[in-house]
């Protein structure tokens, strides 16, 4: 790659001050591509990228509406981990995870992985158990995985509540060690950067109004910027799934869900694990510049708003009390809202549609950003070989016609409990 | 570094006669009542305070404000230590302690300054490009030092004693701003008779009016308006509370401040109260927050904002220095200029604009202050304080008006002037950040060089400063049109019965007739000075430049590449520089370069503030039984199942729970016991089409359930798999008794209701949750009937009479009872509700009279056993994805009727053969125990992969002597009588077993129907 | 977020639980298409825009209730009473 990033070429930067080329070129659309992707979030960058080096397919297009990465893979709260218990899901997420570990080498592009581990707190018997069947299948599948008893938490994470004011006392936990965080932002920037140094052309203000079809297939976009011609056409809009997918005559099963997202004032290193409340949806860590990043569940009914109610806001400081007393006197510094685009068992969609030559990946509820790396694998070889990946067989878009829901919290059919 | 003291014999708005004692880094200090941490430290001399973030540069106040970007202080100490927090906004109060933040040893003699050695290689975004090897675990190794280099202060692990409430709170006109423009609003809304809610963030009202001198005519305004406000009882004054956000529906969260109280949590006394306020109508009148220039060095201490000098100088009665060059793009901090000037302080002042206004020259001429016109600001000379500047003298034609800023080296002949103190004025940016909340985009004004919002929701006005108008005549005009707007939206038309003062004439400036402003974004270009655009973050002119170059162009992207903007003040002093900078740079328009977007809380908020009081036991509630005292005063352990308070096991059985629910269990299949149900879902059902609602929701059939019989019952989502499970009794022709798992309760109920009101609303039924209104227990076990008679004489429990699935309503003592012979533990047992004021009665009669017989009372741990030696599923079988098949209840769906759920039921995976079903495991190694969460192999397979099933739940049999289970196992009872391996890698263990009947106990039922 | 309902006022939106896009028709009970069942159980139109939905008072008066949202504002109109808006 022409103008390697390296401590060696910064330094060099730096004494000679000569600038640095960009990240990715500025492009107009040309009238024709082999591929376009729809949306230049994480997925939609990733998939671009594996086509080109995996697959040597270069003529692609990402038309991102905004700017890249303006999304959710900009606003996500950038835990990764790969402890999934349905058969199906670990091995996607566990794919994921090695090429989470591989990723920043691949792409010239310190992506910041933080294999930091994450808890999962169990606080009952029962809760305990479904952590262990989902360690146990961890671990048979080759993935990392140990049980902690209340013991084992208080020594990894003594500034937890332990205390009897507890209102719901911590029994033990499920460790990953190879689990942690990422650099959200780095992730598109250096995906964008790999693909384009491969050829695909980035083309950012390029919203997408409409698909041209020629009967049941779809054979272009028009754009704001034009019309552009495409052998095949991808959409990877995350909440936007359903906006688009209307545009092909295509209902899908997704409802778009409101997720706000928290960061504290940056302070000292405070909390160095990801961890994830048992008894409510809660989950936080702290990133390198120092916020504790942190945040719960949905607001609860569906919006493209991307801002949050303020219940919400303090029924997820409450649980950052409860979590970790010591958060009390912290303080908020900003929070924010995502389109989550929600699905009836919680798994995603990366496959073929009813329309020929057009592909989806979304559905990702609230998971997609640990997905990237792997969603964007198999995508791109959905797209290249017209035929789903065999990692990601079990996301298509017809599992609820047969059956074969993949529900891996087990919390039912209500895409807002999801 | 301390010099003499600053305060000015005379003026300000505090209170000489009150000292007010803090320390600084442990070093005893003193200031005066009304002062806030930053002006006393000011008056003491103490200009260095802190170190940048990045580069450890030292730095001193840059504000007086909330916009503060530098002047960060750790307060308290222990479970109060609070860091990050602005001296510019603290109220000093006795006993404070405040430490500087990010130096070590100390902010005077950092080390860690070394890094702005290697600054180039520091440059935005630098951690992007390196930190990659030489393995793929290296960012693993650097992390911990750009972790430890990270964040401003430190926050500690303990807890905070302090005591935090919420509260809500309903207005006809909220108004946010106590400056003239809000003020004058209250007024105008106050007199029209609305219920007025005015927040000021600060501790005094008159926001740009406490800049003014505090002897002026301003203060008399100020006094007046203020002493008619509080007087009017449907005005409420919020001091000290800041808007922290708006959200949708006209709601906006507060925090009210109560630390200059000293609360004292032991008195109940909070220290910060978050409001959630619903208001009909909103005027804005926020203000405006004044932009730094961008020229080399402008971080020295020393180099503030003007308006910032000026507040010190005429609210706390500091002269922030000696000599002054006040370095302008606009009109306004000529005032500031002048105030300094009459404070006897040696003023010079740059405006950078080729041309200005002949009263302000005729001014300073008066003051004999020299002005220079059309320069610029070249360099800021000294390192720990500012020692001088150098200007350009003059400016070419050419360069006039250019916003390209140049180098030292392309000035036209410089000036140095030495001087103490810099303020300076790069125009003002009005707070749009609450409007913008409900996602209205600001708009660029050219003639003010500034965002104003961009339109406003319905019943939503703005005033003043706020909406672009600079002028103290616009803001009270403003002021009073929206307050009586405002009042008039949320109904009140009361016309105000005498005017509100409607001029002001101030003592210096005037109400200033314009504003006048030139702006240029960039003074200074150059290699290695460093001219800052982010103060906090520590993000220069040459980063916004490498942005630039490398694509990162648009707003979001240069703010994520550079950090700008992110750090505690969210760019309050440097979003829109940096904006305007990046436009130059791109050749665009402003409007073209975009706008951050803002976001709430509009400053920071401890988080145990928004908890507030809903902390420790009080996190969610506590749902208890009626029993609930009962069990706690006779040795009951309890645990949390869900939201309730549940009885575990009970000490006469045993110290833990694992010895106590095996004596339990024993007690329960041998004599008699007596456990808590209440927690049980229960719901009256009535009406003439009771039954074909109850037959349309369960799989099985009920609409020819007798009266007086109970029958078990599952229902199914849409989707096809399993709802919930429980028991219906039909108690009258057109009334059923239902009841639920306890999980499942809300939402059967929840889902019984949508039917009824959404889908079915030709049928005539009513539906009612009786959870709460019933207590329920159970009496189990062979000698049940025997106890039964014993608390019961007179009425006829007889198997006859109270058959198997039988129900009986009679009255003892004046008081209903509901008794359904059915089983969840596979002994003969009866369910007994009673309203639940009668609960401990009915509980404590039949402990009594069942004593002979041994009854005592048993647990959920014993309870939850007893079911799986029965078979019955619960809990965790039924997990949402289960369907009826994979739980063994294929036959109770009915062939003849439609239920919810019947068709997707039968989707192809869901009926597939190999599914995981229900099956019986036992334990074939003694010895060794069966765990919930095991994977299920056959022993001819791999051990690896998912395996063919796993454990759901686990108890020791008691009457078997060895650990059983139910678990889900692929293909399920056809493999009755194989043997499995269960596989718990986590513990290295694995264990033999066989697949059995789930029914490990009376498989014929003969005990339930003795 | 602030809803009114038709028995209780103007209420917060925190004291009602979201329940769906109230267009989607519910297949008459006894229904045995299939597609039927898996376009209404499965499916959403899950516009960007003009919403009508369900929504239950389950802190106040327990009806359920139809109301008009946009999902792209949140601004909502008045709400009727599920039974009513059901039978107009």
């Given at each position: 790659?022409?103008?390697?990033?390296?401590?060696?070429?910064?330094?060099?930067?730096?004494?000679?001050?000569?600038?640095?080329?960009?990240?990715?070129?500025?492009?107009?659309?040309?009238?024709?591509?082999?591929?376009?992707?729809?949306?230049?979030?994480?997925?939609?960058?990733?998939?671009?990228?594996?086509?080109?080096?995996?697959?040597?397919?270069?003529?692609?297009?990402?038309?991102?509406?905004?700017?890249?990465?303006?999304?959710?893979?900009?606003?996500?709260?950038?835990?990764?981990?790969?402890?999934?218990?349905?058969?199906?899901?670990?091995?996607?997420?566990?794919?994921?995870?090695?090429?989470?570990?591989?990723?920043?080498?691949?792409?010239?592009?310190?992506?910041?992985?933080?294999?930091?581990?994450?808890?999962?707190?169990?606080?009952?018997?029962?809760?305990?158990?479904?952590?262990?069947?989902?360690?146990?299948?961890?671990?048979?599948?080759?993935?990392?995985?140990?049980?902690?008893?209340?013991?084992?938490?208080?020594?990894?994470?003594?500034?937890?509540?332990?205390?009897?004011?507890?209102?719901?006392?911590?029994?033990?936990?499920?460790?990953?060690?190879?689990?942690?965080?990422?650099?959200?932002?780095?992730?598109?920037?250096?995906?964008?950067?790999?693909?384009?140094?491969?050829?695909?052309?980035?083309?950012?203000?390029?919203?997408?109004?409409?698909?041209?079809?020629?009967?049941?297939?779809?054979?272009?976009?028009?754009?704001?910027?034009?019309?552009?011609?495409?052998?095949?056409?991808?959409?990877?809009?995350?909440?936007?799934?359903?906006?688009?997918?209307?545009?092909?005559?295509?209902?899908?099963?997704?409802?778009?869900?409101?997720?706000?997202?928290?960061?504290?004032?940056?302070?000292?290193?405070?909390?160095?694990?990801?961890?994830?409340?048992?008894?409510?949806?809660?989950?936080?860590?702290?990133?390198?510049?120092?916020?504790?990043?942190?945040?719960?569940?949905?607001?609860?009914?569906?919006?493209?708003?991307?801002?949050?109610?303020?219940?919400?806001?303090?029924?997820?400081?409450?649980?950052?009390?409860?979590?970790i007393p010591s958060i009390s006197r912290l303080r908020l510094l900003r929070h924010w809202g995502g389109i989550q685009d929600m699905t009836p068992d919680g798994s995603p969609f990366i496959c073929r549609t009813p329309v020929r030559n057009l592909y989806l990946d979304g559905g990702w509820c609230y998971q997609g950003f640990k997905a990237t790396p792997a969603a964007g694998w198999c995508f791109a070889h959905t797209i290249a070989h017209d035929d789903e990946h065999p990692l990601s067989r079990c996301y298509g878009l017809d599992r609820f016609e047969r059956g074969s829901e993949l529900d891996d919290y087990g919390v039912g059919n209500w895409t807002y409990k999801q | 570094m301390t010099r003499k003291p600053f305060r000015l014999p005379l003026g300000g708005r505090i209170d000489r006669s009150k000292r007010v004692g803090f320390s600084l880094d442990g070093r005893p200090m003193s200031g005066l009542h009304g002062d806030t941490l930053a002006s006393a430290l000011l008056a003491n001399g103490v200009t260095l305070v802190g170190r940048s973030f990045k580069y450890h540069r030292p730095r001193g106040f840059l504000s007086?404000?909330?916009?503060?970007?530098?002047?960060l202080f750790t307060l308290g100490v222990g479970g109060r230590t609070e860091p990050n927090v602005a001296g510019t906004v603290i109220e000093l109060i006795e006993g404070l302690s405040a430490q500087r933040q990010n130096g070590w040893p100390s902010v005077q003699f950092d080390l860690m300054s070394i890094t702005s050695l290697v600054a180039p290689l520091l440059s935005a975004g630098f951690y992007y490009k390196t930190f990659m090897g030489p393995t793929r675990g290296a960012w693993m190794f650097y992390e911990p030092f750009i972790r430890r280099a990270a964040g401003l202060g430190r926050g500690v692990h303990e807890r905070d004693p302090d005591r935090y409430e919420t509260r809500h709170a309903f207005a006809d006109v909220l108004i946010i701003g106590a400056g003239p423009a809000g003020l004058s609003a209250a007024l105008?809304?106050?007199?029209?008779?609305?219920?007025?809610?005015?927040?000021?963030?600060?501790?005094?009202?008159?926001?740009?009016?406490?800049?003014?001198?505090?002897?002026?005519?301003?203060?008399?305004?100020?006094?007046?308006?203020?002493?008619?406000?509080?007087?009017?009882?449907?005005?409420?004054?919020?001091?000290?509370?800041?808007?922290?956000?708006?959200?949708?529906?006209?709601?906006?969260?507060?925090?009210?401040?109560?630390?200059?109280?000293?609360?004292?949590?032991?008195?109940?006394?909070?220290?910060?109260?978050?409001?959630?306020?619903?208001?009909?109508?909103?005027?804005?009148?926020?203000?405006?927050?004044?932009?730094?220039?961008?020229?080399?060095?402008?971080?020295?201490?020393?180099?503030?904002?003007?308006?910032?000098?000026?507040?010190?100088?005429?609210?706390?009665?500091?002269?922030?220095?000696?000599?002054?060059?006040?370095?302008?793009?606009?009109?306004?901090?000529?005032?500031?200029?002048?105030?300094?000037?009459?404070?006897?302080?040696?003023?010079?002042?740059?405006?950078?604009?080729?041309?200005?206004?002949?009263?302000?020259?005729?001014?300073?001429?008066?003051?004999?202050?020299?002005?220079?016109?059309?320069?610029?600001?070249?360099?800021?000379?000294?390192?720990?304080?500012?020692?001088?500047?150098?200007?350009?003298?003059?400016?070419?034609?050419?360069?006039?008006?250019?916003?390209?800023?140049?180098?030292?080296?392309?000035?036209?002949?410089?000036?140095?002037?030495?001087?103490?103190?810099?303020?300076?004025?790069?125009?003002?940016?009005?707070?749009?950040?609450?409007?913008?909340?409900?996602?209205?985009?600001?708009?660029?004004?050219?003639?003010?060089?500034?965002?104003?919002?961009?339109?406003?929701?319905?019943?939503?006005?703005?005033?003043?400063?706020?909406?672009?108008?600079?002028?103290?005549?616009?803001?009270?005009?403003?002021?009073?049109?929206?307050?009586?707007?405002?009042?008039?939206?949320?109904?009140?038309?009361?016309?105000?019965?005498?005017?509100?003062?409607?001029?002001?004439?101030?003592?210096?400036?005037?109400?200033?007739?314009?504003?006048?402003?030139?702006?240029?974004?960039?003074?200074?270009?150059?290699?290695?000075?460093?001219?800052?655009?982010?103060?906090?973050?520590?993000?220069?002119?040459?980063?916004?430049?490498?942005?630039?170059?490398?694509?990162?162009?648009?707003?979001?992207?240069?703010?994520?590449?550079?950090?700008?903007?992110?750090?505690?003040?969210?760019?309050?002093?440097?979003?829109?520089?940096?904006?305007?900078?990046?436009?130059?740079?791109?050749?665009?328009?402003?409007?073209?370069?975009?706008?951050?977007?803002?976001?709430?809380?509009?400053?920071?908020?401890?988080?145990?503030?928004?908890?507030?009081?809903?902390?420790?036991?009080?996190?969610?509630?506590?749902?208890?039984?009626?029993?609930?005292?009962?069990?706690?005063?006779?040795?009951?352990?309890?645990?949390?199942?869900?939201?309730?308070?549940?009885?575990?096991?009970?000490?006469?059985?045993?110290?833990?729970?694992?010895?106590?629910?095996?004596?339990?269990?024993?007690?329960?299949?041998?004599?008699?016991?007596?456990?808590?149900?209440?927690?049980?879902?229960?719901?009256?059902?009535?009406?003439?089409?009771?039954?074909?609602?109850?037959?349309?929701?369960?799989?099985?059939?009920?609409?020819?359930?007798?009266?007086?019989?109970?029958?078990?019952?599952?229902?199914?989502?849409?989707?096809?798999?399993?709802?919930?499970?429980?028991?219906?009794?039909?108690?009258?022709?057109?009334?059923?008794?239902?009841?639920?798992?306890?999980?499942?309760?809300?939402?059967?109920?929840?889902?019984?209701?949508?039917?009824?009101?959404?889908?079915?609303?030709?049928?005539?039924?009513?539906?009612?949750?009786?959870?709460?209104?019933?207590?329920?227990?159970?009496?189990?076990?062979?000698?049940?009937?025997?106890?039964?008679?014993?608390?019961?004489?007179?009425?006829?429990?007889?198997?006859?009479?109270?058959?198997?699935?039988?129900?009986?309503?009679?009255?003892?003592?004046?008081?209903?009872?509901?008794?359904?012979?059915?089983?969840?533990?596979?002994?003969?047992?009866?369910?007994?509700?009673?309203?639940?004021?009668?609960?401990?009665?009915?509980?404590?009669?039949?402990?009594?009279?069942?004593?002979?017989?041994?009854?005592?009372?048993?647990?959920?741990?014993?309870?939850?056993?007893?079911?799986?030696?029965?078979?019955?599923?619960?809990?965790?079988?039924?997990?949402?994805?289960?369907?009826?098949?994979?739980?063994?209840?294929?036959?109770?769906?009915?062939?003849?009727?439609?239920?919810?759920?019947?068709?997707?039921?039968?989707?192809?995976?869901?009926?597939?053969?190999?599914?995981?079903?229900?099956?019986?495991?036992?334990?074939?190694?003694?010895?060794?125990?069966?765990?919930?969460?095991?994977?299920?192999?056959?022993?001819?397979?791999?051990?690896?992969?998912?395996?063919?099933?796993?454990?759901?739940?686990?108890?020791?049999?008691?009457?078997?002597?060895?650990?059983?289970?139910?678990?889900?196992?692929?293909?399920?009872?056809?493999?009755?009588?194989?043997?499995?391996?269960?596989?718990?890698?986590?513990?290295?263990?694995?264990?033999?077993?066989?697949?059995?009947?789930?029914?490990?106990?009376?498989?014929?039922?003969?005990?339930?129907?003795? | 977020?602030?809803?009114?309902?038709?028995?209780?006022?103007?209420?917060?939106?925190?004291?009602?639980?979201?329940?769906?896009?109230?267009?989607?028709?519910?297949?008459?009970?006894?229904?045995?298409?299939?597609?039927?069942?898996?376009?209404?159980?499965?499916?959403?139109?899950?516009?960007?825009?003009?919403?009508?939905?369900?929504?239950?008072?389950?802190?106040?008066?327990?009806?359920?209730?139809?109301?008009?949202?946009?999902?792209?504002?949140?601004?909502?109109?008045?709400?009727?009473?599920?039974?009513?808006?059901?039978?107009?």
């Amino acid at each position: 790659m022409p103008n390697r990033y390296s401590a060696v070429s910064l330094a060099r930067h730096a004494l000679s001050g000569a600038p640095w080329p960009r990240v990715w070129r500025a492009r107009e659309p040309k009238s024709t591509y082999d591929v376009v992707i729809i949306g230049g979030g994480g997925h939609g960058l990733a998939t671009a990228y594996y086509l080109a080096a995996n697959h040597g397919i270069k003529n692609v297009a990402v038309l991102e509406r905004a700017y890249i990465g303006s999304g959710n893979v900009g606003r996500n709260t950038t835990l990764v981990r790969s402890n999934y218990v349905l058969d199906g899901n670990t091995q996607f997420f566990e794919f994921s995870m090695k090429l989470w570990e591989g990723l920043s080498h691949a792409l010239n592009f310190n992506v910041m992985l933080s294999q930091r581990g994450q808890i999962v707190l169990a606080h009952g018997a029962a809760q305990v158990d479904v952590l262990a069947r989902k360690g146990n299948i961890m671990r048979l599948n080759g993935i990392d995985a140990e049980l902690l008893d209340r013991g084992d938490v208080m020594r990894l994470l003594p500034y937890l509540d332990y205390s009897a004011e507890a209102r719901f006392p911590i029994w033990g936990g499920l460790l990953q060690r190879r689990a942690g965080t990422v650099r959200h932002d780095a992730v598109a920037w250096g995906y964008a950067r790999a693909a384009d140094s491969l050829g695909v052309d980035i083309i950012e203000n390029c919203e997408v109004a409409g698909f041209v079809l020629d009967g049941r297939t779809v054979i272009g976009v028009d754009t704001k910027r034009g019309r552009i011609s495409a052998g095949r056409t991808a959409i990877a809009v995350a909440g936007h799934s359903s906006h688009l997918a209307a545009m092909a005559g295509l209902r899908l099963p997704i409802e778009s869900h409101l997720l706000q997202a928290f960061v504290s004032e940056p302070i000292k290193p405070f909390v160095d694990h990801v961890i994830s409340f048992g008894a409510e949806l809660f989950y936080i860590s702290q990133s390198d510049k120092g916020g504790l990043v942190f945040g719960g569940h949905l607001d609860g009914f569906n919006s493209y708003t991307q801002r949050g109610q303020f219940p919400k806001v303090q029924s997820v400081a409450e649980c950052a009390v409860a979590l970790i007393p010591s958060i009390s006197r912290l303080r908020l510094l900003r929070h924010w809202g995502g389109i989550q685009d929600m699905t009836p068992d919680g798994s995603p969609f990366i496959c073929r549609t009813p329309v020929r030559n057009l592909y989806l990946d979304g559905g990702w509820c609230y998971q997609g950003f640990k997905a990237t790396p792997a969603a964007g694998w198999c995508f791109a070889h959905t797209i290249a070989h017209d035929d789903e990946h065999p990692l990601s067989r079990c996301y298509g878009l017809d599992r609820f016609e047969r059956g074969s829901e993949l529900d891996d919290y087990g919390v039912g059919n209500w895409t807002y409990k999801q | 570094m301390t010099r003499k003291p600053f305060r000015l014999p005379l003026g300000g708005r505090i209170d000489r006669s009150k000292r007010v004692g803090f320390s600084l880094d442990g070093r005893p200090m003193s200031g005066l009542h009304g002062d806030t941490l930053a002006s006393a430290l000011l008056a003491n001399g103490v200009t260095l305070v802190g170190r940048s973030f990045k580069y450890h540069r030292p730095r001193g106040f840059l504000s007086a404000g909330i916009e503060e970007p530098n002047g960060l202080f750790t307060l308290g100490v222990g479970g109060r230590t609070e860091p990050n927090v602005a001296g510019t906004v603290i109220e000093l109060i006795e006993g404070l302690s405040a430490q500087r933040q990010n130096g070590w040893p100390s902010v005077q003699f950092d080390l860690m300054s070394i890094t702005s050695l290697v600054a180039p290689l520091l440059s935005a975004g630098f951690y992007y490009k390196t930190f990659m090897g030489p393995t793929r675990g290296a960012w693993m190794f650097y992390e911990p030092f750009i972790r430890r280099a990270a964040g401003l202060g430190r926050g500690v692990h303990e807890r905070d004693p302090d005591r935090y409430e919420t509260r809500h709170a309903f207005a006809d006109v909220l108004i946010i701003g106590a400056g003239p423009a809000g003020l004058s609003a209250a007024l105008a809304a106050g007199r029209a008779g609305a219920r007025v809610v005015l927040a000021e963030k600060d501790s005094l009202l008159g926001g740009s009016l406490l800049l003014e001198s505090a002897t002026g005519p301003a203060d008399g305004w100020l006094r007046e308006i203020e002493s008619e406000l509080e007087s009017m009882p449907n005005v409420e004054i919020l001091r000290r509370t800041t808007a922290l956000g708006l959200y949708d529906g006209g709601t906006v969260a507060l925090v009210e401040r109560r630390e200059h109280r000293q609360p004292d949590p032991a008195q109940g006394e909070a220290r910060q109260v978050v409001i959630t306020l619903r208001a009909r109508a909103i005027v804005f009148a926020a203000g405006a927050t004044e932009r730094p220039l961008v020229f080399a060095n402008n971080d020295r201490p020393g180099v503030m904002l003007a308006s910032a000098a000026r507040s010190y100088l005429n609210r706390f009665a500091v002269a922030c220095g000696k000599r002054a060059v006040v370095v302008t793009n606009n009109d306004s901090s000529y005032a500031a200029a002048f105030d300094l000037a009459q404070q006897g302080v040696a003023v010079v002042i740059a405006d950078m604009r080729g041309a200005v206004d002949g009263a302000l020259v005729a001014k300073a001429k008066a003051q004999t202050m020299e002005l220079i016109v059309g320069t610029r600001v070249l360099d800021v000379l000294g390192g720990n304080a500012v020692k001088g500047v150098i200007l350009a003298a003059a400016v070419s034609p050419a360069m006039a008006h250019s916003n390209a800023g140049f180098s030292r080296e392309a000035a036209l002949h410089t000036r140095r002037f030495d001087c103490d103190l810099v303020c300076m004025s790069g125009g003002w940016s009005p707070a749009v950040h609450l409007t913008s909340h409900g996602g209205i985009k600001p708009r660029y004004r050219e003639d003010i060089a500034a965002f104003v919002p961009g339109g406003y929701a319905a019943g939503q006005f703005g005033a003043g400063a706020m909406t672009g108008s600079f002028t103290l005549q616009a803001a009270i005009d403003e002021g009073i049109e929206a307050g009586r707007l405002s009042a008039s939206y949320s109904g009140h038309d009361r016309p105000a019965l005498k005017p509100v003062p409607l001029s002001l004439e101030l003592a210096s400036g005037l109400a200033q007739e314009g504003y006048a402003i030139e702006p240029f974004w960039l003074s200074t270009q150059g290699r290695c000075a460093k001219a800052f655009v982010d103060f906090q973050n520590d993000v220069t002119v040459k980063d916004l430049t490498i942005a630039h170059q490398e694509g990162y162009t648009s707003v979001e992207h240069l703010k994520r590449y550079t950090t700008l903007g992110m750090g505690t003040d969210q760019g309050k002093t440097s979003n829109i520089n940096a904006l305007a900078i990046m436009a130059g740079l791109r050749g665009v328009e402003i409007p073209g370069a975009g706008t951050t977007t803002f976001r709430p809380p509009f400053t920071p908020v401890a988080i145990g503030a928004l908890a507030g009081r809903t902390i420790g036991k009080h996190f969610r509630p506590m749902r208890c039984s009626p029993l609930h005292d009962w069990h706690l005063a006779h040795g009951g352990e309890m645990i949390e199942a869900g939201p309730w308070i549940r009885l575990w096991y009970y000490r006469w059985a045993g110290n833990t729970v694992e010895s106590a629910y095996l004596q339990e269990m024993r007690l329960v299949r041998t004599a008699v016991g007596l456990t808590d149900v209440s927690t049980l879902g229960k719901i009256d059902i009535q009406g003439p089409d009771a039954a074909e609602f109850l037959n349309r929701v369960y799989v099985n059939g009920f609409a020819k359930l007798p009266v007086g019989k109970a029958r078990y019952g599952v229902m199914l989502t849409d989707d096809g798999a399993v709802l919930d499970d429980g028991t219906t009794t039909r108690l009258s022709e057109n009334r059923y008794f239902m009841t639920t798992t306890t999980a499942q309760a809300g939402e059967v109920m929840s889902w019984l209701e949508f039917l009824l009101e959404t889908a079915w609303t030709d049928l005539k039924v009513h539906v009612a949750s009786l959870t709460d209104e019933w207590a329920g227990m159970v009496v189990a076990g062979p000698k049940a009937r025997l106890t039964l008679e014993l608390a019961l004489p007179g009425h006829d429990v007889s198997d006859a009479k109270l058959p198997f699935m039988g129900c009986i309503e009679i009255e003892a003592d004046g008081v209903p009872l509901r008794l359904i012979r059915l089983s969840f533990s596979g002994e003969l047992a009866y369910e007994i509700y009673v309203p639940a004021d009668y609960g401990v009665a009915l509980w404590t009669h039949m402990l009594a009279c069942g004593a002979p017989l041994g009854i005592r009372p048993y647990g959920l741990e014993a309870l939850a056993s007893l079911r799986i030696e029965k078979g019955h599923v619960a809990g965790l079988e039924l997990d949402h994805r289960n369907t009826l098949d994979d739980l063994g209840l294929a036959k109770m769906a009915s062939k003849e009727k439609a239920f919810v759920g019947r068709e997707l039921r039968q989707r192809a995976q869901l009926q597939a053969p190999e599914r995981w079903s229900l099956v019986g495991i036992e334990c074939l190694e003694s010895g060794k125990r069966l765990r919930g969460g095991s994977i299920l192999f056959s022993p001819a397979d791999k051990i690896e992969g998912h395996g063919r099933g796993y454990i759901t739940s686990v108890t020791w049999s008691i009457e078997l002597e060895k650990f059983i289970a139910l678990g889900l196992y692929q293909g399920g009872l056809k493999h009755t009588g194989e043997e499995i391996l269960c596989s718990y890698p986590l513990k290295g263990e694995q264990v033999k077993a066989r697949i059995v009947a789930p029914m490990f106990i009376d498989p014929g039922g003969e005990r339930l129907r003795v | 977020m602030r809803i009114t309902c038709p028995v209780c006022g103007e209420r917060d939106f925190s004291e009602f639980r979201y329940g769906g896009d109230a267009t989607k028709q519910r297949p008459v009970h006894g229904t045995t298409d299939r597609k039927v069942w898996h376009d209404y159980v499965f499916l959403f139109d899950n516009p960007k825009g003009p919403h009508r939905e369900f929504w239950q008072h389950v802190l106040g008066c327990r009806q359920w209730l139809v109301l008009d949202r946009n999902t792209a504002t949140n601004v909502t109109s008045a709400s009727l009473l599920a039974r009513k808006a059901i039978n107009k």
